[in-house]
Structures are given as C-alpha cells and as structure tokens.
C-alpha cells in the first residue's frame, strides 16, 4: 500500500508544480506524438493510480486487483488532463483583436478628431476595449458615435460620424 501512496503524492507533486511553474516537462513528450501526453497529464496518470490502488488494496488485500484498478483510474484521469490541457492550450485565438476584426465596428470618439489630424476612439472588439488613433473626414467632438471605415495601421483607423451632421 506504501507504494500506492508513493506514486499519488508524486503525481500530487509533479501537478502542483507542473501548475504553478507551467509546463515543466515540455518537450520531453514529443517523442510520443500526441498533445495529449503532457507534464499534466503525466501527474494526473500517476496521482489518480497511486490513491485509487492504494484504495483498492487497503479494501482488498489484492494487489492485483490495487494494480487493475489503478491503471484503470489512472487512464481515465490522465485521459481527462490530457484532453482539457490541450483544449487550454489551443483555445483562446479568437479572442484576439486583429486589425482586420477593426473593420465595420462601431464606437465612440474618446478625445476630438480635428479635421487635418487624429484624436482617439474606443471600439470593444471581441470583448477587449480597444483605443486606437482615428482619422475622419471632419472634425468629430469627444463622445461622437463612430462607425470605422478603413484600417490606416495596427493602431490607427479611419471613422465616419454615425450622427447626421448638423447644419445651421
């Protein structure tokens, strides 16, 4: 039973560390192919195998039985790790502000846009509050609803009033 709760504090172990200083063990898993196999998926392998046998063969006395149960437990856990560090590591990309995202957005004039020069707007884009330069084809007051036009630069764009403009 001692060896069981070896291999599970050893798989606590590795995880913890594997969480707290990231991917310790990249690199070495590459061999095998698969993103599946990680520093993650290791730890979680050998925690679930050590405490599910150790379980297992305390209520037993088999350390067949420990062993069965053990890999089996061990696989699905490690299994699991597997699959959710891989859907965490290749996820997120489309929140990602592009300038091609820019495009059509609406928001709203942050500081004046004079007529010859930039001033700054606010777009949320993909949940990210993005403030970039702007150009427009007339001087535009703070607070004007804007609508981009055309991406002059990852940073600046170009804007059109959304409100009519007003004549006296």
Same mark, same amino acid.
């Given at each position: 039973m001692t060896a069981f709760l070896v291999f599970g504090v050893i798989g606590l172990v590795l995880l913890t560390v594997s969480l707290v200083l990231g991917e310790v063990f990249e690199g070495i898993f590459d061999a095998f192919g698969s993103d599946l196999i990680s520093g993650a998926s290791v730890a979680a392998f050998l925690g679930a195998f050590g405490f599910a046998g150790a379980l297992v063969f305390n209520a037993t006395d088999s350390t067949g039985g420990a062993v069965a149960a053990g890999l089996a437990s061990g696989v699905v856990v490690g299994g699991l790790a597997g699959v959710l560090t891989l859907a965490l590591r290749k996820g997120g990309d489309e929140a990602t502000v592009r300038s091609s995202t820019l495009l059509d957005r609406t928001g709203a004039v942050v500081s004046a846009i004079p007529a010859e020069g930039y001033g700054d707007v606010s777009i949320v884009v993909a949940g990210h509050i993005? @403030?970039?330069? /702007?150009?427009?084809?007339?001087?535009?007051?703070?607070?004007?609803?804007? @609508?981009?036009? /055309?991406?002059?630069?990852?940073?600046?764009?170009?804007?059109?009033?959304?409100t009519p403009p007003k004549h006296l």
């Amino acid at each position: 039973m001692t060896a069981f709760l070896v291999f599970g504090v050893i798989g606590l172990v590795l995880l913890t560390v594997s969480l707290v200083l990231g991917e310790v063990f990249e690199g070495i898993f590459d061999a095998f192919g698969s993103d599946l196999i990680s520093g993650a998926s290791v730890a979680a392998f050998l925690g679930a195998f050590g405490f599910a046998g150790a379980l297992v063969f305390n209520a037993t006395d088999s350390t067949g039985g420990a062993v069965a149960a053990g890999l089996a437990s061990g696989v699905v856990v490690g299994g699991l790790a597997g699959v959710l560090t891989l859907a965490l590591r290749k996820g997120g990309d489309e929140a990602t502000v592009r300038s091609s995202t820019l495009l059509d957005r609406t928001g709203a004039v942050v500081s004046a846009i004079p007529a010859e020069g930039y001033g700054d707007v606010s777009i949320v884009v993909a949940g990210h509050i993005t @403030r970039l330069n /702007a150009r427009a084809g007339q001087a535009l007051p703070a607070g004007t609803p804007v @609508r981009v036009t /055309a991406v002059l630069s990852p940073t600046s764009v170009m804007v059109e009033s959304l409100t009519p403009p007003k004549h006296l």
